[in-house]
């Protein structure tokens, strides 16, 4: 199993991005997909994630502002943050459980300037 991120930069409050999660060595379209955010010094806390059949769901913290979504035939999951805020500074990762097992893409940072 892999996640490979991609997507992600410096971006003023205000702007969008996309993340990107490419996934491989499992079948894809029957696995959640969970986003995670850890800003600068605190832990990793989940913000969004895709369940199988397409539906995104986010915590109340981002709601109205990041949706993450999927393409199975691509075996890629996204994540759209918007109208993003210095306080969404921080690493973000996906992660699924294959096999009671745990896997985590490697990360990619996104900057928000005041």
């Known amino acids: 199993v892999q996640l490979v991120q991609s997507g992600g930069g410096l971006v003023q409050a205000g702007g969008s991005l996309r993340l990107s999660c490419a996934a491989s060595?499992?079948?894809?379209?029957?696995?959640?997909i969970d986003w995670y955010r850890q800003p600068p010094g605190e832990q990793r806390d989940l913000v969004a994630l895709v369940n199988t059949g397409g539906r995104s769901i986010v915590t109340d913290s981002v709601k109205g502002r990041f949706t993450a979504s999927r393409d199975n035939a691509k075996n890629t999951a996204y994540l759209q943050v918007n109208v993003l805020k210095p306080e969404d500074t921080g690493v973000y990762y996906c992660?699924?459980?294959?096999?009671?097992?745990?896997?985590w893409g490697q990360g990619t940072q996104v900057t928000v300037s005041s």
């Open positions: 992660h699924t459980v294959v096999d009671s097992r745990s896997y």
């Open positions: 060595g499992f079948t894809f379209s029957t696995y959640i």
